[in-house]
């Protein structure tokens, strides 16, 4: 269950990393151990170290302060969202930001066990009044103290609770951890060691200026749409909204269409200009299929900018404003080359964790047959209300007229519900390519009609059970696809579900987890 944080007496620590992260970690580990631990010798004719424990605590020392300053580029190198390594290794951005937890941590407890080590020396040979007054100690004593507080406060328990203190904390702390590592090893002549580190960091925040600015385009005005609910009232009668499931759709056709070049799986940093929160970047993942230049972000909202939007424009007594928006990508590893070489892709994913599977649906090629021959692509989609639903309205119906995918979506909050028979409810044989745009950008049409009226689009009103669905799929499939994205605890089960039926298939299966934590 590495996609949902272990917790201990109720509170979030943090991520358990995968098989191949765990390995990763392990022989960085092994490495800096060795570095540390191995090697020493006693001199004992020394004329300047008259004892063992005095000389055996200087080379300590040394050795861990160098040690650090090899962690502290690996540390910048891998917060960076522009990490060379995620093209070289085809890795994802959460596997990195892990790698990153990991090196920061180290060189902390490096620099700590450093500075103890020369105190302690320090004190021992009676130089501590001598030495404390000196700049290369302040500085060592501030780039330590600045260290110690990231390691504690970049917890995850503190990330999450507090998450845009934490960030303006930890970069203000992270520049002066710096400085400090600067002015310390200018004493001695290693500032070189600092010089790889701040180029990497300036060059990260420079090419985030490209993408916003030259890719992108700059803060452009584009459509943000809140979605209602669609029925206008829940199935109990009552006129009362889930405020814990409120989305906005942003629709993007002003960008640099040129250079702005998205592919499947693809993310991206949004920033809406709004006075409450310009600053703020969160990921999302984009939606574009390929008939439209245009792209689309849905927005859960939460906390913070995205609760200020909605409620701004809801209280406008509109549904849609337009705003300046700036998107900084594209970031990510598409996925499409390993699932064009499978006949059937199956999609399990809960909410706006269908963003990156729709893409992938919509592009692949037995989505694309005219004959509803063979075995269908599914996308099996657990949602909490219908207004995510019609959120992805446009492209559900998109993805629907292909005709040789099944929709399956679940919502436990619409038992009793009854379609409506309508002989003029558009079927997925009766969705052309040229009704499609005019079906989908109709208000006049309810969601009942221009989703769940569709042949191949089924509503079910239980919970998904990711166990019968990844069989179900294996069993009808020889050659399969199973991608997972949404909720950590599907995205856990979907992965565990897969592996545990592999071992009684003779087929060609591939497990693709297009979430991302960190």
């Not at 689309?296 to 939007?309: F, Q």
């Not at 991608?483 to 298939?505: N, V």
Request: net charge neutral.
């Amino acid at each position: 269950s590495y996609k949902q944080p272990i917790k201990l007496f109720g509170f979030e620590l943090g991520f358990i990393p995968n098989r191949i992260e765990s390995l990763v970690i392990a022989g960085s580990f092994t490495i800096f151990m060795v570095g540390c631990c191995w090697g020493y010798k006693f001199h004992p004719n020394d004329t300047f170290w008259a004892y063992k424990s005095w000389q055996i605590t200087r080379y300590i020392s040394d050795r861990t302060g160098l040690i650090a300053c090899f962690a502290m580029n690996l540390t910048f190198l891998f917060a960076g969202r522009n990490n060379f390594f995620l093209w070289a290794t085809g890795w994802n951005f959460a596997s990195f930001m892990m790698y990153h937890k990991f090196v920061a941590r180290c060189t902390v407890l490096l620099v700590f066990v450093h500075t103890i080590g020369f105190t302690w020396l320090t004190i021992s040979m009676d130089l501590y009044d001598v030495r404390h007054i000196l700049d290369y100690w302040r500085y060592g004593a501030v780039a330590t103290t600045c260290g110690m507080i990231m390691l504690v406060f970049s917890s995850h328990i503190f990330r999450k609770r507090l998450y845009d203190i934490f960030l303006v904390a930890h970069i203000i702390l992270a520049v002066f951890f710096m400085v400090g590592s600067w002015f310390h090893l200018l004493h001695f002549g290693l500032q070189y060691y600092c010089y790889s580190a701040i180029g990497v960091w300036s060059l990260d925040r420079l090419l985030r200026y490209v993408r916003m600015f030259l890719l992108f385009g700059g803060f452009r005005k584009n459509k943000i749409t809140i979605i209602k609910n669609p029925y206008g009232k829940d199935l109990s009668g009552t006129d009362e909204v889930d405020k814990d499931d409120l989305f906005f759709r942003i629709d993007i056709d002003n960008y640099n269409k040129s250079l702005f070049n998205i592919k499947d799986g693809n993310f991206s940093f949004l920033y809406i200009l709004h006075p409450r929160g310009f600053w703020q970047s969160h990921p999302f993942t984009m939606v574009k299929i390929k008939e439209s230049e245009d792209f689309t972000i849905i927005v859960k909202v939460k906390k913070g900018l995205t609760k200020h939007v909605y409620n701004s424009i809801a209280k406008s007594g509109k549904e849609s404003q337009y705003y300046r928006i700036c998107v900084e990508g594209p970031y990510g590893m598409t996925k499409s080359d390993v699932v064009s070489q499978f006949e059937n892709l199956s999609c399990v994913a809960i909410g706006t964790g269908v963003s990156g599977p729709l893409c992938y649906l919509n592009h692949h090629r037995n989505s694309e047959m005219n004959e509803k021959s063979g075995v269908q692509n599914v996308l099996h989609w657990g949602v909490r209300s219908m207004a995510v639903v019609e959120a992805y309205k446009q492209e559900l119906i998109q993805l629907a007229s292909k005709g040789n995918v099944k929709i399956n979506i679940y919502c436990n909050r619409m038992k009793g519900y009854s379609p409506r028979q309508d002989s003029n409810s558009p079927s997925s044989g009766s969705v052309s390519e040229e009704k499609v745009d005019t079906i989908a950008n109709s208000s006049a049409l309810s969601i009942t009609d221009d989703v769940l009226g569709l042949d191949n689009v089924e509503l079910i009103t239980e919970y998904m059970c990711v166990e019968e669905v990844v069989n179900k799929d294996m069993d009808e499939s020889s050659s399969l696809v199973v991608m997972t994205c949404g909720y950590p605890i599907i995205c856990d089960e979907t992965r565990y579900q897969f592996l545990k039926t592999l071992d009684s298939k003779n087929g060609e299966y591939q497990l693709i987890d297009d979430s991302q934590v960190w």
